[in-house]
Structures are given as structure tokens and as C-alpha cells.
């Protein structure tokens, strides 16, 4: 039986016995080489589930949806290993019960769909470890790479250059699960604290307090950056601000559902006299 | 025997324009990205594409616009008004959608107040489309009573020649033929096979969505909040839409002195309804999805006799969870068998 078997029946066990009120997972899109967020509630539907390496959107941002988990009944999910680190996230940062969360995990290497082995966020700790000590993906890093070799000037000319083109639309935040703020700073007009002209001024605004706002935090799902409808590589940012962190503090972002926060948290025995 | 533009005068063309005043603009890809600029050489244009990422209503409705500058003193309030750079241009191969997109909004900018911003843009620019050979999966603008060969907002349109040689010229305003007398030595008389025109499948039936719109019953139908649960609530749709035209006013500066902008804005945001009291008539994605259908095939063609939407596409090709018009107009036609 393939994983997309095992996971539909899965998904028909937990609906129809009442463990879970819903299955968020992937559906078909429309092209055949796209995937849509599906979400189930009857086990007449699950035959509707995909799983394939075309399973990438991070869906983890739709369990923080206001309302969802309200009446503490329990969702699915389908996660690859940054969702699961994006669920310890918003677990650690008291966005979400972790109990109410069952995970359908995958993983995709090539074209092959494993499955990982688990339901409840602390069964994935190995699979996460293993990232954090795993090499980053090739390809990733050579544009990466450059960057890092430009002189500060040119580096400066390159983000200009990719901010200029932003429209301040917001996808990067809204597909971001780190992204939950009810309200974002940027939306809080009384009064206008960053502004909402998408000048060149505006624009680095947005994108420096985002990649501020996300160090220590961001798992690099590349949710932002596919959702970016002016392609600015975004995940060169938050790539460079997660080896920043882990540098710098030995902090993973969502190793467990009780992670303290790195920028968030305080140690008496701190070097520093104070906190940002 | 018809007008005939080759490809290979092209240059000769943009350069005569240039010295005649007009600036050049037409689709280059750049970082990244494609959209419509303004170019040097023809070299620069870039024809291959099915349509430019970013809509031709950048060129008249920029994203931010500077209105106003203010200064307040003690006794006094200095205002000066900030109108869009003036001079003549030529669009050089805008897609047919791209170009009715701009006619489709013509009647908002000017209805009630003639937005001087937009006019201005419109009355200096002349739009020289280029009608499609090729489509992908997310056309639509034959289910929106337009083709691949539309002339609605184009002052001249072009009907490529096979084998990409040039284009057959069809002039259709006053303003696309006086830009074109410009370059009459670089045009032939001639009869040339012309490229077969891109097919464009009808996705959906549009008098049907019409109709079941309109039907107050159905504006609270679950329908809405089905369709729209997947949406993230992000602003791509609307700001990659050529006919979208929501804009917000904003002072930035101080209390002495700043500059008034036009900003655009998105009926996805939560906020674009915020009330000053905290109340929010459309506090769900989902009420904000349906107003965006809504206003583009309810209310707009209710006062300006004309859809919103001229089938480009943009909203579902680049929307992060795969929504967009089309899907949603398709299953509306479902529900309306």
C-alpha cells in the first residue's frame, strides 16, 4: 500500500471514529503538477487526499486559523519535517495545544515520499535532530554562497535591487505559520508605526522587521518565498538570520514543543547586562 | 495587402519614437522577474512570454504615488500638489487582457471624480498590443466574452506573422495611427501568413455566475466559506490584477511636514474594513472573498455595465494556495445547473 493509501486510511479511521474533527491535507490543483490545501471533515472525502512530491505548501499556519482549535477537539495534519518544527514552535510560543495536533508526517527526498513515524510532535525529535545536523541543501546555498562573498556595498545593492520589486501584498506573511499575530505592527494604524507605502523606504521597513521578527523562530519551509508573487528570494534572509541564531546560541528553531523562544526569553546568568 | 511591421525594423522603430519624444515601454524580464519597463533597444523586449507577471497598471496606477507635500506652520499651511511625471509614452506589446484591463477601469477613475493621475497616465500613452499565440492553464479570457485577439483598450493591435517574422498592423484609434505614421517608412504593404491565434478553453459560464451572484439568497450561502477556506488572506491577487483599483490615502511625515501618498490597498485585509470603533463588517476571509467576486461581476458591471476581470488569469496563476477566479466561477456555474 502506498503512503497516500496508508494515510487516507488513516484519515478514514480517525473521522470516523471522532478522534479528529478534521484532516487538514493536499488535494489536487489545478495543473497536475500542483497541490491545494484540502481540508476534511468526512470520511466519505478522504479519497480527495494526495500525497506526492508535489505535496510542499507548509500547512501548519492553518492550525493557528482563529477558531480551529477552540473547541479543544483534536486536527490532523499532513507536515513534512519543517511543519512538525513550526507545530513545537507555536506549542512553545502558547499559540497551540500540541495534544490537539495529530500529525500525518512525510517526508520527500527525489521523487520519493517516505513516511515518518509518529502522531504526536515529540515522536519526530530524531527526524528534527537530523536536519539540524544534516547539510543544507546544495543548490540553496550556492546563490547563498555569493551573497555571502559580496562586499557589504554590493550586498546592500542586491537587497535593494530584490526589495525594490516588493508590493507589499504581504503573502511572505501570510503564508508564514510564524506569522499569527492577530494584528501585525504593520496593520496597527492609531498610530501608523511602519508605513504602508511600498517605496524603497516602506519596503525595507517590512522586510527587516519580518527577518527580525522571525530570527530564532523561522524553520525555512519556503512557504514566503514560493508565495512571493515578485519572487524576492526571501529564504536567503531567513536562512542567514537561523545560522545567525544558531551561532550564536546554539538555538534550533522548534527542536520541542517546550523550546523557550530565543529572542523571548531571559537566563539570570545572561553575559549580556541587557535585553533588546 | 495589410500593414506590415518586421521584426528586424523593430529597432529602427523604438529609436525613431525615443527621438520623437515618446518613451518606450514594452515586457522585459528583469530580476527575476517580468513585467512591463521602459527600454533603450528592442533588443531589450521580451515577446516569448504568455503574459508579464506583474499587469500593465503599474504603468497608470502606480503601487505608491505621491499626492501632496505639506508643510504646517503657526499661521500658515503650505500644500504643494504632486502630479504624475508628464510626457508621452508608447506601450509596445501589452497583452489584449492587459490592455482591456485598463478600458475596464476608464469609467471608475472618472465617474464620480476624474482621478487627474489616472488620465493623465491614460491620455499620454499609447498601447500597442500584441494578440496572443500562445496560453497556459490559466487564461480565461474567452469565458469573459474576449479573445486572444481583443482590441478593447488598444490603440493598435498586432497580429503576429508566422514564423515570428513581425506583425500585421491594425490601427484602431486615432492615437495608435499617429504614433505609427512616426514609423511609416519602417512599415510594408504586404499580405503575410499570420501565426495561428493561441487557443483559450471557456472555463466557466459566465451568465450563470451573473445570475446566481445577483440572487441575494446566495449571498450567504456556505458556498462562500468552503470556496475560501484555504485562502491565506494575502494581497497577490489583487495586486497582480490589472483591473483591481483599490487604493488607500496615507500622510507620512510629522505634524509639520510631510508628503500625502496614494497607496494601493486589497479588499483581503482584514483592516481595509476596520471601522475606527474596532468593528469589522467583513470579519472573515471569507466575506472578503465573496466581495471581491461580488464587486467584480455584481456591483461593478451594475454601474459601469462591464465585468471587472479581463481574464488574465494572474489571481490563480500565482496564488500560494491555488485559488482564484476561475475555480470559483466554476463552481458557482456548478451550483447554478
Redesign the interface.
Known amino acids: 500500500m502506498s503512503i497516500e493509501e496508508q494515510y487516507r486510511t488513516r484519515a478514514k479511521e480517525l473521522l470516523s471514529g471522532g478522534a479528529v474533527k478534521m484532516v487538514i491535507g493536499y488535494g489536487k490543483?489545478?495543473?497536475p503538477s500542483?497541490?491545494?490545501?484540502?481540508?476534511i471533515t468526512s470520511p466519505d472525502d478522504v479519497e480527495r487526499l494526495m500525497l506526492d512530491d508535489a505535496c510542499i505548501?507548509n500547512l501548519s499556519?492553518?492550525l493557528v486559523s482563529e477558531g480551529l482549535l477552540s473547541d479543544e477537539k483534536r486536527v490532523a495534519v499532513f507536515l513534512r519535517p519543517e511543519g512538525i518544527r513550526a507545530v513545537n514552535i507555536l506549542a512553545a510560543e502558547s499559540q497551540l495545544d500540541a495534544e490537539q495536533i495529530v500529525i500525518f508526517g512525510f517526508d520527500v527526498s527525489g521523487n520519493e515520499v517516505q513516511a515518518l513515524k509518529g502522531i504526536h510532535v515529540e515522536e519526530f525529535s530524531d527526524v528534527i535532530r537530523s536536519i539540524k545536523e544534516g547539510a543544507p541543501e546544495a543548490d540553496e546555498e550556492e546563490l547563498f554562497e555569493k551573497i555571502e562573498k559580496m562586499s557589504p556595498q554590493e550586498r546592500f545593492s542586491f537587497w535593494q535591487?530584490?526589495f525594490?520589486?516588493c508590493?507589499?501584498?504581504?503573502?511572505c506573511?501570510?503564508?508564514c505559520p510564524m506569522c499569527y499575530c492577530r494584528r501585525c505592527i504593520v496593520?496597527s494604524?492609531q498610530p501608523?508605526w511602519i508605513?504602508?507605502?511600498?517605496?524603497s523606504l516602506?519596503n525595507f521597513e517590512w522586510n527587516i522587521v519580518r527577518a527580525f521578527h522571525l530570527s530564532g523562530r523561522c524553520v525555512e519551509c519556503g512557504?514566503c518565498d514560493?508565495?512571493c508573487?515578485?519572487?524576492i528570494?526571501l529564504r536567503l534572509i531567513n536562512h542567514r538570520m537561523a545560522e545567525e541564531v544558531l551561532g550564536a546560541f546554539d538555538h534550533f528553531a522548534g527542536m520541542s514543543k517546550t523550546q523557550e523562544p530565543v529572542l523571548a526569553s531571559f537566563k539570570k546568568d545572561d553575559s549580556e547586562t541587557f535585553i533588546l | 495587402m495589410t500593414k506590415i511591421l518586421f521584426s528586424d525594423k523593430l529597432d529602427k522603430c523604438v529609436e525613431r519614437w525615443k527621438s520623437a519624444g515618446l518613451t518606450v515601454i514594452g515586457p522585459v524580464q528583469r530580476t527575476n522577474i517580468s513585467t512591463y519597463a521602459a527600454v533603450d533597444h528592442a533588443a531589450e523586449l521580451e515577446f516569448g512570454l504568455v503574459l508579464p507577471d506583474r499587469s500593465i497598471k503599474d504603468l497608470f496606477f502606480p503601487q505608491s504615488e505621491p499626492m501632496l507635500r505639506y508643510t504646517i506652520k503657526k499661521e500658515s499651511i503650505n500644500t504643494e500638489e504632486c502630479l504624475p511625471p508628464a510626457g508621452p509614452r508608447i506601450i509596445f506589446g501589452a497583452r489584449p487582457c492587459d490592455a482591456s484591463g485598463m478600458a475596464i477601469d476608464d469609467p471608475l477613475f472618472g465617474w464620480d471624480y476624474k482621478d487627474e493621475y489616472w488620465f493623465q497616465r491614460r491620455n499620454e500613452s499609447v498601447i500597442v498590443t500584441i494578440a496572443c499565440t500562445k496560453a497556459d492553464d490559466f487564461c480565461m479570457c474567452t469565458s469573459l466574452e474576449m479573445s486572444p485577439d481583443s482590441t478593447k483598450g488598444s490603440d493598435i493591435l498586432l497580429r503576429p506573422l508566422a514564423g515570428n517574422k513581425g506583425w500585421q498592423v491594425d490601427e484602431l484609434t486615432d492615437r495608435g495611427r499617429e504614433a505609427f505614421r512616426t514609423i511609416a517608412d519602417f512599415l510594408h504593404e504586404s499580405s503575410e501568413p499570420l501565426a495561428p491565434s493561441a487557443v483559450v478553453e471557456n472555463k466557466f459560464d459566465l451568465d450563470a455566475c451573473v445570475t446566481w451572484l445577483k440572487n441575494p439568497e446566495n449571498f450567504e450561502s456556505r458556498f462562500w466559506k468552503e470556496i475560501s477556506m484555504r485562502c491565506i488572506g494575502c494581497a497577490s491577487c489583487t495586486y497582480l490584477c490589472p483591473t483591481c483599483h483599490c487604493f488607500d490615502i496615507q500622510d507620512e511625515g510629522d505634524t509639520y511636514t510631510g508628503i500625502r501618498r496614494k497607496n494601493w490597498d486589497s479588499c483581503s485585509f482584514a483592516l481595509f474594513t476596520m471601522h475606527t470603533s474596532g468593528h469589522n463588517p467583513r470579519s472573515t476571509q471569507s466575506a472578503r472573498w465573496r466581495q471581491r467576486i461580488m464587486h467584480k461581476f455584481n456591483y461593478f458591471p451594475g454601474k459601469f455595465s462591464v465585468n471587472s476581470c479581463s481574464g488574465c488569469g494572474r489571481c490563480s496563476r500565482q496564488c500560494p494556495v491555488d485559488m482564484g477566479i476561475t475555480e470559483t466561477l466554476q463552481e458557482i456555474s456548478k451550483l447554478s445547473l
Request: proline share 8%.
Open positions: 490543483g489545478t495543473t500542483r497541490r491545494r490545501p484540502l481540508f505548501t499556519g492553518y535591487e530584490e525594490a520589486k508590493i507589499k501584498c504581504y503573502a506573511r501570510q503564508a496593520d494604524n501608523q508605513n504602508t507605502s511600498s517605496h516602506g512557504n514560493r508565495a508573487p515578485v519572487n528570494p
